[in-house]
């Protein structure tokens, strides 16, 4: 996927980068550090919205903690991102366009991340249970999101209005926040990860507090 946006990408977008990131890998890094870090939060979305339908089992049989799913959820998906994204760091110290100790900043964005995914992927796999039409419409919501998302085009190409319009997607500062480490160089605008910060801690309360109220009701609906 990776290779297909920048094929058809790469020469408009190219010309649309900052200075910093004008090599000949500048829109790779760019394009990587967004797709990449969206892969992973689909990944835990996905899972925990299907997590209780898929354990149906477990929770009817079994007496276990039930954070132990979500907990799961967002071990796997982080294991799958750790390998993928090594290479991809292997790959900026090879091209020499590591960005050096700045790169560390990246974990606190993605613990943001990462807290913004379980919190809504609870939630909604909460509301799958009683209601599995909400499955199917995440799916189709996914795709619309991550082209409302600058992910493989660059925000500045957009009218200013629209741009404004994307500061309600919490996911646009995420992508800024990992696009400026990563294809930058520099640190990020904190200020842009707080709406994702917010809603994540908000969602998992949510998501939770449904869990706990509803559990004897969702093992008798699964």
Same mark, same amino acid.
């Given at each position: 996927?990776?290779?297909?946006?920048?094929?058809?990408?790469?020469?408009?977008?190219?010309?649309?980068?900052?200075?910093?990131?004008?090599?000949?890998?500048? %829109?790779?890094? %760019?394009?990587?550090?967004?797709?990449?870090?969206?892969?992973?939060?689909?990944?835990?979305?996905?899972?925990?919205?299907?997590?209780?339908?898929?354990?149906?089992?477990?929770?009817?049989?079994?007496?276990?903690?039930?954070?132990?799913?979500?907990?799961?959820?967002?071990?796997?998906?982080?294991?799958?991102?750790?390998?993928?994204?090594?290479?991809?760091?292997?790959?900026?110290?090879?091209?020499?366009? /590591?960005?050096?100790?700045? %790169?560390?900043?990246?974990?606190?964005?993605?613990?943001?991340?990462?807290?913004?995914?379980?919190?809504?992927?609870?939630?909604?796999?909460?509301?799958?249970?009683?209601?599995?039409?909400?499955?199917?419409?995440?799916?189709?919501?996914?795709?619309?999101? /991550?082209?409302?998302?600058?992910?493989?085009?660059?925000?500045?190409?957009?009218?200013?209005?629209?741009?404004?319009?994307?500061?309600?997607?919490?996911?646009?500062?995420?992508?800024?926040?990992?696009?400026?480490?990563?294809?930058?160089?520099?640190?990020?605008?904190?200020?842009?990860?707080?709406?994702?910060?917010?809603?994540?801690?908000?969602?998992?309360?949510?998501?939770?507090?449904?869990?706990?109220?509803?559990?004897?009701?969702?093992?008798?609906?699964?």
């Amino acid at each position: 996927m990776i290779l297909v946006y920048t094929i058809i990408f790469s020469q408009i977008m190219q010309a649309k980068l900052p200075g910093a990131t004008a090599g000949a890998f500048g %829109y790779s890094i %760019y394009l990587c550090a967004g797709v990449l870090t969206w892969g992973m939060f689909v990944e835990i979305l996905s899972r925990g919205r299907s997590t209780f339908i898929e354990n149906g089992n477990l929770l009817k049989k079994l007496s276990f903690p039930r954070l132990c799913l979500p907990t799961t959820v967002v071990a796997m998906a982080l294991l799958n991102f750790s390998i993928i994204f090594g290479l991809f760091t292997i790959f900026l110290v090879i091209s020499d366009n /590591f960005p050096g100790w700045i %790169y560390f900043a990246i974990f606190p964005v993605l613990i943001i991340q990462v807290l913004f995914a379980i919190g809504l992927g609870i939630t909604l796999g909460v509301l799958n249970v009683f209601f599995r039409d909400v499955g199917q419409a995440v799916d189709v919501v996914l795709q619309f999101w /991550f082209w409302l998302t600058p992910i493989v085009y660059v925000k500045t190409i957009l009218p200013e209005d629209v741009q404004r319009l994307m500061v309600y997607n919490p996911m646009t500062g995420l992508m800024d926040a990992y696009q400026s480490i990563l294809a930058h160089g520099v640190m990020p605008d904190w200020q842009g990860v707080l709406p994702a910060l917010f809603l994540g801690v908000f969602f998992c309360f949510l998501g939770m507090r449904l869990f706990q109220k509803h559990s004897g009701e969702i093992v008798d609906e699964l």
